[in-house]
């Protein structure tokens, strides 16, 4: 069964690389604009589900992981800043305070699905104006929600970080995904076994 990541994502597609199952991707095209009274759960649930049916209804016969994250900080959505200017503000807002990352996943050949939503806690240490103008030169995170790379020099902004998965903060929680494939009869250790016997 064809396997496909229904995300543009190379953060996301370098993650999925690391179970070594062949896979392609696909941009799924779907609005994500929250909905009226829609929580960050609902919402990061709801677009991994979409960007998976979405994609799974234009290639029967497939598998597709759909994915989603949503960064609140006392329940206020923090997006990605995009710009210089924009990741200062956000990165002062953020200091001192406790994040949730909510990382959506799904996996749907079409038919059924399975979802799982895995919540990230990262508690941001107080940072001054010069560390923040530093990270953001080194690492320029623009496009991650948050303004830190927790995979790199982001880290380093953190007092601590608690969840059930350390993938699910770069954005594809591999634990829980690993166990939704084995649900649908792909096992990433028996796939890396066969290729390997392949080659």
Request: with cysteine; proline share 6%.
């Amino acid at each position: 069964m064809p396997l496909i990541l229904a995300s543009s994502s190379r953060y996301r597609a370098e993650l999925l690389s690391r179970l070594h199952v062949p896979f392609t991707t696909q941009s799924p095209d779907v609005d994500e604009s929250p909905r009226p009274g829609e929580t960050p759960h609902e919402l990061a649930l709801r677009l991994s589900v979409d960007k998976a049916r979405k994609v799974a209804q234009q290639h029967p016969g497939s598998l597709v992981i759909g994915a989603d994250q949503v960064a609140t900080v006392n329940g206020e959505a923090i997006g990605k800043p995009g710009t210089h200017e924009k990741a200062v503000a956000q990165l002062r807002h953020l200091s001192g305070q406790t994040v949730l990352f909510h990382s959506a996943l799904c996996v749907h050949d079409g038919q059924r699905f399975e979802a799982q939503d895995v919540i990230t806690r990262c508690i941001f240490r107080e940072l001054s104006d010069q560390e923040i103008e530093t990270y953001l030169s080194l690492d320029l995170p623009y496009d991650t929600a948050g303004s830190a790379k927790a995979e790199s020099l982001g880290i380093s902004l953190m007092d601590a970080m608690h969840s059930d998965d350390p993938t699910a903060i770069i954005g594809l929680p591999l634990i829980a995904l690993s166990r939704m494939l084995r649900s649908f009869g792909v096992n990433p250790l028996a796939a890396s076994l066969t290729e390997g016997c392949a080659t």
